[in-house]
């Protein structure tokens, strides 16, 4: 079956790093992503990685892969207060002709000043 | 602005109503998708369509009603809602196997 799993709620300290965990089940995905979804807003995407790939760096955010365990983590240095909002992970579960993503229930990351 | 627009952005309906939800996307990807968003529940696959073929309906119940003419659009119709339909309603596109693009969602409030 596919399957994501993540943490409800996070809270963090602005300047302080945020650490967002994720399991998942399919073994074959191909791309495993975050997005981000802000009060009122569609999903955003944020970041992916290859199944291929352990880590990935952008700007503030890294994204931490592994494969043997199934777990994926999303890394936000330096946490602002514009970074509240809900992360979601999410993989691609292969169903025929079309990939289809399966999204974990959301992470809302709360930033105090 | 993730080239996925998405109309109307809220909408409130009665169960009696029948309305549309459109979605447009110019990227030129081939799969398009409708989501659910309910409070305090995973995002929902609805249905999923591959070069205007519907590929995947995930059991939804029939008085929603999807359709895509071709390529670039791709409606949701309802018609007598409940009132825990209540949703945002998410589109979304991608290419073959790739990464999808949504759009800002439709809020929907059925009374």
């Known amino acids: 079956g596919e399957d994501v799993e993540q943490s409800l709620f996070l809270s963090v300290r602005e300047g302080d790093s945020s650490v967002i965990n994720c399991t998942y089940t399919?073994?074959?995905?191909?791309?495993l992503y975050w997005y981000k979804q802000e009060p009122g807003a569609g999903l955003q995407l944020l970041t992916y990685?290859?199944?291929?790939?352990d880590m990935k760096q952008d700007q503030r955010l890294t994204v931490l892969l592994n494969k043997k365990d199934k777990h994926l983590s999303l890394r936000i240095a330096d946490t602002q207060t514009g970074d509240s909002a809900i992360y979601f992970c999410?993989?691609?579960?292969?169903?025929?002709?079309?990939?289809?993503?399966?999204f974990g229930q959301g992470t809302t990351l709360q930033v105090k000043p | 602005e993730t080239g996925v627009t998405q109309t109307p952005r809220h909408l409130v309906m009665g169960m009696t109503n029948k309305k549309s939800l459109k979605c447009e996307q110019h990227l030129g990807h081939n799969a398009m998708y409708w989501y659910k968003q309910s409070a305090k529940k995973p995002l929902e696959l609805m249905f999923v369509?591959?070069?205007?073929?519907?590929?995947e309906n995930n059991s939804v119940p029939s008085r929603f009603s999807p359709e895509c003419p071709n390529s670039s659009h791709l409606f949701l119709h309802l018609h007598t809602l409940q009132p825990e339909d209540s949703a945002l309603y998410l589109c979304?596109?991608?290419?073959?196997?790739?990464?999808?693009?949504f759009g800002q969602g439709t809020r929907l409030t059925v009374v």
């Open positions: 369509y591959n070069f205007k073929e519907q590929t």
């Open positions: 999410a993989e691609i579960f292969d169903s025929g002709n079309t990939g289809k993503l399966i």
């Open positions: 979304a596109s991608s290419p073959e196997g790739g990464l999808a693009f």
């Open positions: 990685i290859f199944s291929n790939m």
């Open positions: 399919d073994s074959s995905s191909t791309y």
